[in-house]
């Protein structure tokens, strides 16, 4: 009897060691981008940190879940649209920033 526990288990050395490295590196990043998001009091420098550290935090972390599945030749869960969110998160940042100019313009 198999469990999803032994399919982990079931990877090559060198592909545990990559996977683990673009999970530690995805998560660094994600701690940077939180750490600039609480640090900074300019909304456009709390937009800037966080958007593109998380964009490269959840790049590591989609990348090391699809060479996962690549390896041991299963479908991965990383869908199309996993990808096209990731994708599109720039566009969100940039409509947030223009909301945040004219948020504070009207109160000028």
């Known amino acids: 009897?198999?469990?999803?526990?032994?399919?982990?288990?079931?990877?090559?050395?060198?592909?545990?060691?990559?996977?683990?490295?673009?999970?530690?590196?995805?998560?660094?990043?994600?701690?940077?981008?939180?750490?600039?998001?609480?640090?900074?009091?300019?909304?456009?420098?709390?937009?800037?940190?966080?958007?593109?550290?998380?964009?490269?935090g959840v790049g590591c972390v989609l990348i090391a879940s699809a060479g996962a599945f690549a390896v041991l030749g299963q479908p991965s869960p990383v869908s199309y649209t996993h990808l096209d969110v990731y994708k599109r998160q720039p566009a969100a940042v940039k409509i947030g920033v223009g909301c945040t100019f004219i948020r504070c313009s009207s109160f000028s």
């Open 1 to 56: 009897m198999s469990s999803a526990g032994d399919a982990v288990l079931a990877l090559p050395l060198w592909a545990e060691l990559l996977v683990a490295a673009l999970l530690v590196v995805g998560a660094g990043f994600a701690l940077v981008g939180s750490w600039a998001l609480a640090k900074w009091r300019d909304p456009l420098r709390r937009l800037h940190g966080p958007s593109k550290a998380t964009t490269l």
